[in-house]
């Protein structure tokens, strides 16, 4: 059964490996837990430190190992690794060796003309600030955030070389990169010696860009899927059902990646006749969802963005019934064409 340790002084709960399942990322030694835990949207400072501390503690009581960051999350910028910084120390410090914790960098970060991009100077620089504010001595994973056409890959490549060369990291990943950038940074690192061993890509019913020549890259470069907003920002949930709640996503103006004009009359039947079909197979839609994205051969792990500990224990459900028969993907795919 799901838990969630509720002590002060933080002990992991003993059978935390017993239930999650675990995923080797593309063709490396790397394990990674088929749910991680986002820290987007739900770590910045109009959130409490309390309610990150009750999250990170259930999802690693439930075997979610890897904790996902970046430099600009929060908001503001950097806030998201700073609140998990304090959470490492009181709380994980004692199971380093248990987590891997990512982080990424190329969005906007900071002022001049060094704070974004692919640059060897803006990789190794947001680094290292990344890694003081989450108070660690290296990374598991880091990634390079977007695409940067003004620098040349093999100047950001190198940069993720050196980043493992000298100990920042262990592995190297690639976000929101396309098909053919993704190939020709594997053929660059795979020459560095430092293989591109994962790709952070978006992929839900409602954005299925990833089927559009990137996972068959993925599958070709042996390079492991971690997915972002399965649940297309909520939207694939019960959440926006009967209007827009006050506390979601949609209604936070600080938050810009969901704006109340995506949720429109179209999308919100198609949400209902989903919902038909996951409490037909015994899920609710957001279990659904996710347990359709981690049916894709290319996809190792899937990152859930929680505002609270109950999200984290409902999203587990999508473990439990994750195939689908030929039926039930006929009647999804149906319902998405209309």
């Not at 994962?198 to 070709?220: A, K, T």
Request: aromatic letters at 8%.
């Amino acid at each position: 059964m799901p838990r969630a340790n509720t002590t002060e002084n933080y002990h992991a709960a003993a059978d935390r490996y017993d239930s999650m399942h675990y995923a080797r990322a593309g063709r490396s030694g790397l394990k990674l837990p088929r749910l991680s835990l986002g820290l987007w949207q739900n770590f910045g400072e109009a959130d409490t430190l309390a309610n990150g501390r009750a999250m990170v503690r259930t999802a690693f009581d439930n075997g979610i190992t890897h904790f996902d960051l970046a430099n600009n999350y929060g908001p503001p910028h950097g806030a998201a690794e700073t609140v998990f910084g304090r959470i490492f120390q009181d709380d994980l410090r004692p199971y380093r060796d248990e987590i891997l914790v990512s982080t990424k960098a190329g969005y906007d970060m900071w002022a001049g003309p060094y704070g974004a991009g692919g640059s060897r100077k803006s990789l190794l620089a947001s680094c290292d600030m990344s890694l003081k504010r989450c108070g660690l001595d290296y990374f598991d994973i880091f990634y390079h955030h977007c695409p940067d056409p003004e620098t040349p890959l093999e100047e950001t490549m190198a940069a993720l070389d050196h980043i493992v060369r000298t100990g920042r990291a262990l592995y190297v990943g690639v976000s929101n990169y396309g098909p053919q950038l993704t190939r020709d940074a594997a053929e660059i690192l795979r020459d560095l010696g430092t293989p591109l061993v994962i790709h952070q890509p978006r992929y839900n019913m409602f954005d299925r860009s990833i089927e559009q020549g990137l996972g068959d890259v993925l599958i070709e470069q042996s390079i492991g899927a971690i997915v972002f907003s399965p649940l297309a920002q909520g939207l694939l949930s019960e959440k926006y059902l009967n209007g827009i709640p006050a506390d979601s996503r949609a209604a936070r103006p600080e938050i810009r990646h969901l704006t109340t004009a995506d949720i429109d009359a179209d999308k919100i039947a198609k949400v209902r006749a989903l919902q038909r079909v996951a409490q037909a197979r015994g899920q609710s839609l957001s279990q659904m969802a996710v347990s359709w994205v981690l049916a894709h051969p290319a996809v190792s792990s899937c990152l859930i963005g929680a505002r609270h500990s109950d999200h984290i224990r409902q999203a587990l459900g999508s473990l439990a019934a994750s195939t689908f028969d030929d039926a039930d993907l006929g009647e999804i795919e149906a319902i998405l064409a209309r």
